[in-house]
């Protein structure tokens, strides 16, 4: 059983495009976390929200609490977006992550 | 520079043969986590620590062991590893009020277990 489920799995973009993907979760949580994994293999956070709406440059994350629904939009995609990004649900103290979406923009 | 280190970074073991894969952060955060990373499964939570001496099970606990007995050290030990355990592991640490702090993560450890 998928606690959090996200989608697309795999995404192609052309330079430039809006992207959204998406993350669904079936828990009661108090937050939601979403991720970037560089092609490197690393790990960085890019929001944590438990209400609404937040953005960071190109980058914006809502949440709806009531429909268990988190979307995160690029902006003006590039190339350096390219990665995967993996959304995550924390209930209690714990994380259940989703399975990820790998994008690639092309330029 | 604020960080979370683990090593090693690549290791290659036998069935088992204990080992510890170290995790340390110097940002003086209470919440410590392990990881590991498969490909199809995603990350999945193995061991959480809400401070020193304070740890509990993940998702997938069986077959490691955690301690945290000073707040910047978080290693991960598995007793007899198999090669289901072959994977990539990350460490991570957040501050107190975990759900409104972000996350910060090691740059991973690849386990081969053969």
Redesign the interface.
């Known amino acids: 059983k998928n606690e959090v489920e996200q989608s697309p799995q795999n995404l192609t973009a052309q330079e430039g495009e809006f992207i959204t993907i998406n993350c669904s979760y079936s828990v009661g949580i108090?937050?939601l976390?979403w991720?970037q994994q560089h092609p490197g293999?690393?790990?960085?956070?890019?929001?944590?929200l438990?209400s609404g709406k937040k953005k960071h440059g190109r980058l914006i994350a809502t949440i709806n609490i009531q429909e268990k629904h988190s979307s995160l939009h690029i902006t003006a995609s590039h190339p350096r977006d390219s990665a995967v990004y993996?959304c995550?649900a924390?209930t209690g103290?714990?994380?259940?992550?989703?399975?990820?979406t790998s994008l690639t923009v092309i330029p | 520079e604020a960080q979370v280190t683990q090593n090693p970074r690549y290791l290659i073991t036998v069935t088992g043969k204990k080992l510890t894969v170290t995790c340390s952060q110097n940002m003086n955060h209470e919440y410590m986590s392990w990881y590991r990373q498969d490909p199809g499964l995603g990350l999945r939570q193995i061991y959480y620590s809400m401070n020193v001496e304070v740890t509990d099970k993940g998702d997938v606990p069986e077959g490691y062991k955690v301690s945290r007995k000073e707040k910047r050290n978080f290693p991960l030990i598995l007793e007899s590893p198999s090669p289901n355990q072959t994977s990539l592991y990350f460490c991570a640490s957040s501050p107190p009020g975990l759900w409104a702090y972000e996350q910060y993560f090691g740059p991973g450890t690849r386990l081969t277990v053969t």
């Open positions: 108090s937050a976390h991720l293999g690393g790990i960085v956070s890019l929001f944590m438990s993996i995550a924390i103290n714990q994380f259940y992550f989703g399975t990820g």
